[in-house]
């Protein structure tokens, strides 16, 4: 189908072979347990608008934000898998740290089980906006969760 129906067009080569068997399968039984993973935030840098970002303002640089958390939870009725060790990627992935996490690579989330990542920012060089990605890897659809990380450096 989705080579075939024209509206599917904007899947093709993007839905893998397993992909195709998860969904099939849901499409099948549509009522069939999934895991449903969640995004929370907390700390100076979390959004009062959305769990998928961190913005943790201004900060000096060669200085240090406080830390913010980011808890991925599994509300869902069926385990998830994490994947390979989160990462900080983007044009500015160097200037944010993952200071400590208990999401580590191969770990089960078993329903209403979660993991936290604990970031700060730590910016380097000119003023300006920087930007960047925390990234953490799972086996179910779309195969990862991001969360934006933004900061900017201060005069």
Known sequence: AINAVPQMAPLRGFVQGSQLDDLAAYI????VASPDL???TRGPAASAFSSERLDFGATRAD???APSTVRLTNIGAVSVRLG???TLAGDHAQEFELVATD???GAVLASQQSCEAIIAFRPRGAPGLRAASLRI???WVGGATHVALLGHVAP
């Open 103 to 105: 999401c580590r690579e």
């Open 84 to 86: 390979s060790a989160l």
């Open 38 to 40: 969640r995004l929370a």
């Open 137 to 139: 890897p799972h086996d």
């Open 63 to 65: 200085g240090t934000s």
């Open 28 to 31: 099948g039984t549509p009522d």
